[in-house]
Nanobody, 123 residues
């Protein structure tokens, strides 16, 4: 059984940077991992994903150039570095994993989810 635990969420100001971490336990070798987010009153939105085999990354257009997803296989941890944050980035951020090593942006294709960590961007 895979368990995912996010950390690093905070209240930050517009323009700030923040790094989220996702610690995985269980067998995740060969799993693609990713981040989704859900803003108040909205559906869950794909943010970024990374493949296990070649670390190829995928991003939603709105974060491309500002966010970077990475993973440390030795620590079994996935990171999301976020720069130039703005109010539209305010959301609960969820770490996720799927046993098929493909960078899907579809919520339904991910089997494992963390509990989420709150990111609030406000003055």
């Amino acid at each position: 059984q895979v368990q995912l635990v996010e950390s690093g969420g905070a209240l930050v100001r517009p323009g700030d940077s923040l790094t989220l971490s996702c610690a995985a336990s269980g067998h995740t070798a060969g799993y693609a991992t990713g981040w989704f987010r859900q803003a108040p009153g909205k559906g869950r939105e794909f943010v970024a994903s990374i493949r296990w085999s070649d670390s190829r990354t995928y991003y939603v257009t709105s974060v491309q150039g500002r966010f970077t997803i990475s993973r440390d296989n030795a620590k079994n941890t996935v990171y999301l570095q976020m720069h130039s944050l703005n109010s539209e980035d305010t959301a609960i951020y969820y770490c996720t994993a799927r046993s098929f090593d493909s960078g899907s942006c579809a919520t339904a294709e991910y089997e494992y989810w963390g509990q989420g960590t709150q990111v609030t961007v406000s003055t």
